[in-house]
Every structure is written in C-alpha cells, then in structure tokens.
C-alpha cells in the first residue's frame, strides 16, 4: 500500500491538549502524519497517478488547527489531505480514451457539483469519500485532471505551483471585473486599477490584471515576492510599511497612499485572500462602484461593515469557493503566459511536508511553497527540474 499523509481528529484533540490550546505552538508533525493508504480498486472511468510534486495549501492549515471546523471529526475522524498535484498516469480505466501511461497531469479539486458546475464540496477536504493526493500514488477520476501543459516556458515546480491557485484567480478576476462592468461600462473607464493582497492567488489575479492591459498594485510583506511581480510590471507596496494595518492611523495612511498612485480614484477592484485587518483596509481603499472580492479566510472567516456607506459608495462584496472543471481547465491554458508564480526557494522533501506547512502557517515562506513526492521523476518531466 503507498504512502499518504493524513489528519485524525484524535491527533488533533491530543495536540491541542499538549500546548494547552494555543494553536500558534502547535507541531503540524505531530498532526500531519504518514499512513499507508488502501487505494480503491480502479473503475472504468478512473486513472491512476503517481504523485510527482505538490504545493502546500491553506486548507491543510486549517485543517491540522481545526480553526474554522474539526473538518477530520465530520469526515469521520481522519482524513486524507492534499488537493492540488501534478502526477504521471500510470494505469487507466477501460472507458478512458483522453490519457494513456505516461501522460503528466494536474488534479483540480472539484468535488460534488452543483447545478451550474460549481462545486458543493472540495476534494479531500468535506467531499465525502475522497482520498487526498499528499501520497505516493492516487485513483481519481478522469474528469478530475487535466493535461499539464509541460511546454508552457515553466519549471516542473512552477507548474506544480498553479492547480489549485489558477483556477481561483482566474474565476476571481472574471467575476470582479464582471461584476465592474455591471456599474461602470468599458467606455466610461476603459483602465482599472486592482490591488491585491497576499500570496499565491492573489499573485496571479494581479497578473491576469495586467496582462489585460489594467493598473495593477500588489500589497504584501514578502520583498521576495514583491521583487517578483514589480519585475513582471506590477506595482509594489509594502505592507509592513502601514503596520499590517493594525491602527485606524495606519489604515489611513495606506489609504492616502493607494489615492496618491491612483489618481485620486482608489481601487477599482481589490483581491483580499486573507481577511482580518485588511478587510477593512481594502474597503478603505476601494473607489467608487468599486469590487472586493475573496475567496479565502485566512486571519479571520468574519467580516464586520458599514452597510450603508458601503451602498452610498456603490461597492460590490464579493464571495467566490471555487471554479468549474471547464473553468480550470481554461486557467490551465495561461499556464507560462499570464502566470508566473513566485515559488519559495526550499523545495521540500516528501518527509518534510508537515513542516511546510508549518512555515507556511507561520508566513516565513518566500513564496509558493512546493513538495517533491517522487525520487525518480519520469523522463517526459526531467528537463524542466531546474
């Protein structure tokens, strides 16, 4: 049986009694734990991966601190994490005609969908059943990846970086603009001006901005990964240079900022991934008839407002989960042309995943952090292993 990671609830409860419930002093290796999986057999309409590199994500921290839900005790008391992967086919199902052995694919994360494509549950996280893909190897089914596009100009780690990333910039950006347009057509203001905060897909919203032709300002704490974007033509602000706007003082300060490079204006449209102090701060900033939008709860999953300034203003609060499979798909297409991502200069061992994810809870991370899976990579892959 191969190995996977996984999460128990009474690895959990044991880990929050050891520290006394202080989540910040939690050990995520004594959480996020290697197992040997039982794999289900392979169905007809199924393929079979060996895992070759992963990125850590969000959801995994909140699912080691059962800060927002003990998602581990709802799934029945462990779990099997990771939903965002790059793998080889290795066997396929009798009814699959799209891959053959050998091909090289990314997963997306979709689980249950609803009417209109979107998905109710995630892969790996609250979709019942489903086995996560922090292992050697996984089943999944064929509608579940989708081909990587291995001559996009990335690396093998820059393209491990985006399955799940991509896809939720990339239906972030077309609804905010989207939802600008409703208010302010192209003709009355043909440049936006967007602003982003955070990591990765906040990242790659702000490339899809600028590649369109937009304004765009990216508001982190990273100099690494300020670097990065200001190289691609991004504006860069420092957000350590407004005290993570911990005072009203400060969220002033910022704001007078954004207007000055601005115009005048504010932010048409803000990507705020992480909540908490910079909610305020992105409606502080936010012009008229201007878009906030968020697919993330990073700091804090509640946001407190003035309703009725908020509707003076015209602003559009904005809540997106995740793509379509067609969706991520077509997000996949820009893979090397529109994103780029900034990857954390560690590329972690399959043994060091725990602490990944540790340094990504505690923001230490210069960039995306990625996790080799495979010793022996397949040869389709080794040329682009910088």
Request: proline share 6%; hydrophobic share 40%; aromatic share 8%.
């Amino acid at each position: 049986m191969p190995q996977a990671y996984c999460i128990t609830s009474d690895a959990i409860a044991a880990e929050r009694e050891r520290v006394g419930g202080d989540l910040d002093a939690f050990d995520f290796g004594r959480v996020l734990v290697v197992d040997e999986l039982e794999l289900p057999k392979l169905g007809p309409a199924d393929v079979r991966l060996r895992i070759l590199a992963v990125s850590a994500e969000h959801n995994i921290d909140h699912a080691v601190l059962a800060d927002t839900v003990n998602i581990a005790e709802l799934r029945g008391g462990k779990i099997y994490p990771g939903n965002s992967a790059l793998g080889e086919v290795v066997e396929v199902g009798g009814n699959v005609t799209r891959y053959k052995p050998g091909d090289i694919a990314v997963t997306h994360c979709n689980g249950e969908p609803d009417i209109y494509g979107y998905p109710l549950r995630i892969w790996a996280y609250d979709q019942p059943d489903s086995l996560g893909w922090y292992g050697k190897e996984a089943v999944v089914g064929d509608w579940q990846i989708i081909p990587a596009p291995l001559d996009c100009g990335l690396n093998l780690w820059e393209i491990a970086a985006l399955p799940l990333r991509a896809p939720t910039a990339y239906h972030l950006w077309r609804r905010a603009e989207g939802m600008f347009r409703v208010k302010v057509p192209r003709e009355h203001r043909a440049q936006l001006t967007v602003l982003g905060f955070g990591g990765g897909v906040s990242e790659l919203f702000l490339m899809l901005a600028q590649a369109e032709g937009h304004q765009a300002f990216f508001c982190s704490g990273s100099p690494e990964r300020r670097k990065h974007l200001e190289q691609l033509g991004i504006e860069p602000i420092d957000q350590k240079s407004f005290n993570r706007f911990a005072s009203r003082d400060d969220v002033k300060a910022f704001n007078k900022h954004v207007k000055a490079v601005t115009g005048g204006e504010g932010a048409n449209i803000v990507c705020d991934m992480l909540r908490g102090p910079l909610f305020g701060a992105g409606l502080a900033v936010a012009s008229r008839c201007g878009v906030n939008v968020s697919a993330g709860w990073q700091l804090s999953t509640a946001c407190d407002y003035n309703s009725a300034n908020l509707s003076v203003r015209q602003i559009t609060l904005d809540h997106m989960h995740y793509e379509t499979p067609i969706g991520c798909a077509a997000a996949t297409e820009l893979y090397g042309s529109v994103f780029k991502p900034t990857l954390h200069h560690e590329i972690y061992a399959f043994e060091d995943l725990p602490r990944a994810m540790e340094e990504m809870h505690e923001n230490t991370q210069t960039g995306i952090p990625i996790v080799r899976i495979a010793d022996e990579m397949p040869g389709a892959v080794r040329s682009l292993i910088p």
